[in-house]
């Protein structure tokens, strides 16, 4: 299991993820967030396949539903909740990102 937290920045919402995923190609997602757009997101998820989440190539249900649901582009819980699903199955090693913002 993988666990990610996302505070998305100026909009103040958090998103807790927690990912399950018991080989490379099946992963189930919990979403726990403040957020209204993530929260129709978590509604409609299911269990996605990481090889197909983790790469611009082919079907991402994930991004599938970021366009539907979230009007943000810059939104950062996309990546958390990929970055989960990577490790959740073994894709990927644990290790913290960082977006910082100045004007």
Not at 23 to 44: G, R
Request: glycine content about 6%; proline content about 7%; overall charge negative.
């Amino acid at each position: 299991m993988a666990k990610v937290k996302v505070e998305a920045g100026i909009c103040g919402f958090q998103t807790e993820i927690q990912a399950e995923a018991p080989d490379m190609f099946s992963c189930d997602l919990n979403l726990n967030t403040t957020c209204p757009n993530i929260q129709k997101i978590a509604a409609d998820l299911g269990t996605l396949n990481p090889l197909e989440e983790i790469s611009f190539k082919g079907n991402s249900r994930l991004r599938e539903l970021f366009f539907q649901y979230c009007p943000h582009a810059a939104c950062p819980v996309l990546p958390g909740i990929i970055k989960a699903v990577e490790v959740a199955a073994g894709l990927a090693l644990p290790g913290d990102a960082h977006i910082f913002v100045q004007k």
